[in-house]
């Protein structure tokens, strides 16, 4: 195995990866993109500059690109290395990510990028079928996927209604992600919350269920777009546990990770819009408080970099988790200091809002309007979803806590 890789931020060289004699990770920009006029940095964590980052500065970015957990440990059995060995996975996923950035090794450049393989309804079954022994597809030839997270799921190209695997560095344009095991209809609940969400005007992008010989969650990627010609590129972004240096295995706050004052902090000082993300910001803490979303932690949200700078980006990776026994109820990032949804009441609001540096009487208004519009929303949303997917037991588990958690908010502030 090389011991540099590349790094193609969309199909422009930027910088290389390397182990240094320690195998630490060295991450060093091009002279050639430096002296771009139009270059960005990779990560707001990792601005622009000809002096090396070193392993404490470069790895949380680049190890953010890589699957958690379960998948991370399946993913190096399959390809014979150590599941602490990011460099050794990288090398081997790096060619699809999240957002415009890629890692090939030496020797291997980007190809052109439109090299799909289509999938059969029996191929499509078979390669969702073999994702829990066979993640991500890892160590098929042409096939460099990597998305972050614990959750099995594989990059796709959808082209006519039929589904393709990309290969050769080929961008993918949606990520399908099938049933949890032990988990009842994850699917249904990801896609109806998902759904609901978008009807209550967050920016999320389009999601489905979609069946094959089993339902699987279908969701179109936002870091992705078509250009003049019809061709299919990558838009950069980066979640914020990349943006605030943070390594995954510190993405939960009682671990570390960031806390809501440090994202709304983000926001204020990199943001080209800070006041319009800060209101849906603080419009999402209080959905995922009533939704039941208790894994909402900083690699559930991520910034998009357009020609004006970095934004933030529609959401993703909302499930009612509360419906499930044997999950924490604790929230991933508190609230004025409480992380119990029970717990919350409104002095805990008000010391959210010191933290976060927004009137308290603001944010005690959102989190009651939301409180009273989130009921009569999911209860029609629940109708169209049933008449488009069938009825699904979850979602009635979900509009429960839905009901719960709002008569809870209400009666703390009062109403």
């Known amino acids: 195995m ?50 090396p980052y070193k392993d404490d500065a ?41 957002g415009a950035v890629f890692l090939l090794p030496e020797g291997h450049p980007p190809d052109g990028g439109n090299d799909y393989v289509p999938l059969n309804e029996d191929a499509l079954h078979s390669t969702i079928a073999s994702l829990p022994k066979h993640p991500l597809l890892a160590g098929d030839e042409g096939i460099r996927l990597s998305l972050a997270g614990a959750q099995n799921k594989l990059p796709v190209y959808i ?6 695997l990309p290969k050769s560095g080929s961008p993918s344009s949606h990520i399908i992600k099938p049933p949890i095991r032990d988990l009842e209809g994850t699917v249904e609940n990801e896609a109806f919350c ?16 979609r069946s094959n010989k089993e339902s699987f969650y279908l969701i179109e990627r936002y870091d992705r777009a078509t ?39 983000l926001l204020k000082e990199r943001s080209i819009r800070p006041a319009a993300d800060i209101k849906v910001l603080l419009n999402w803490v209080a959905f995922n408080l009533l ?11 991520a910034l998009i970099f357009t020609g004006s700078g970095p934004q933030l980006a529609p959401f993703y990776d909302i499930i009612c988790t509360a419906v499930y026994e044997g999950l924490t109820d604790k929230m991933a990032m508190r609230i004025g200091g409480e992380n119990r949804p029970k717990w919350i009441q ?29 009921v009569p929303a999911s209860e029609r949303v629940a109708v169209t979803f049933q008449e488009a997917y069938g009825v699904a037991p979850v979602i009635q588990k979900v509009l429960s806590v839905i009901q719960k958690r709002s008569q809870g908010v209400l009666l703390t502030l009062g109403h």
């Open 58 to 98: 470069s790895r949380p970015f680049f190890s953010n690109l890589l699957p958690e957990a379960g998948i991370r440990h399946a993913v190096a059995r399959k390809l014979g290395v150590s599941e602490q060995n990011d460099f050794a996975l990288l090398w081997a996923l790096g060619g699809e990510c999240a």
């Open 291 to 301: 939704v039941g979303n208790a894994d909402a932690h900083a690699k559930n949200i």
């Open 227 to 265: 250009d003049p010609d019809g061709n299919l590129v990558r838009i950069h972004q980066e979640d914020f546990c990349q943006a605030l240096g943070v390594a995954p295995d510190q993405k939960y706050e009682n671990e570390g990770g960031p806390s809501l004052k440090m994202c709304f902090g």
């Open 159 to 164: 082209k006519n209604n039929m589904i393709h």
């Open 2 to 51: 090389d011991e540099t890789l590349n790094v193609f931020l969309h199909h422009f060289p930027v910088g290389k990866l390397r182990l240094d004699d320690r195998r630490r990770f060295v991450f060093q920009y091009d002279t050639c993109w430096l002296e771009n006029p139009e270059a960005i940095p990779l990560s707001l964590s990792l601005p622009l500059r000809t002096q």
């Open 346 to 374: 409104a002095r805990h609001m008000e010391r959210f809002s010191q933290e976060v540096g927004i009137k308290s009487r603001m944010v005690l208004s959102v989190f009651r309007g939301m409180a009273e519009a989130i």
């Open 194 to 209: 998902m759904t609901l969400a978008g009807h209550m005007g967050f920016p999320i992008p389009r999601v489905i269920v």
